[in-house]
């Protein structure tokens, strides 16, 4: 591998590990505060997991709508900001799953897939 890549695949492949080690640490702080001692590794997770979900909104922690995200139950999760309403009965037709074929024709090459 070439050596100027090398840091950054470490980073990308020690990630998700880095992640849920600080996950744990956070759930065992978390249940220590509370007196647990010997937690098992389910509940410890469980605890770090709360505290990541409540954390934004402990915080504050807002997320601008125009970047197609919304923070749900402590996750981002892709959200619809399209403005557009389909309001006509045409323009309605376009949102069938399997939209009319007399619909689909009667649109311009330019708007129909492999035409």
Request: aromatic fraction near 6%.
């Amino acid at each position: 591998m070439p050596e100027e890549a090398r840091e950054d695949y470490i980073e990308l492949m020690s990630t998700r590990a880095y992640a849920s080690d600080i996950l744990d640490r956070v759930g065992r702080a978390k249940l220590a505060e509370e007196g647990f001692t010997e937690p098992t590794l389910d509940r410890v997770t469980r605890a770090g997991s709360d505290v990541f979900t409540i954390w934004p909104d402990v915080h504050g922690i807002e997320v601008d709508p125009k970047h197609g995200l919304e923070l749900t139950d402590g996750s981002l999760v892709p959200s619809d900001t399209n403005l557009s309403l389909a309001i006509s009965d045409e323009a309605k037709s376009g949102l069938a799953a399997q939209p009319d074929a007399a619909y689909a024709n009667s649109l311009p090459n330019s708007q129909r897939c492999g035409g």
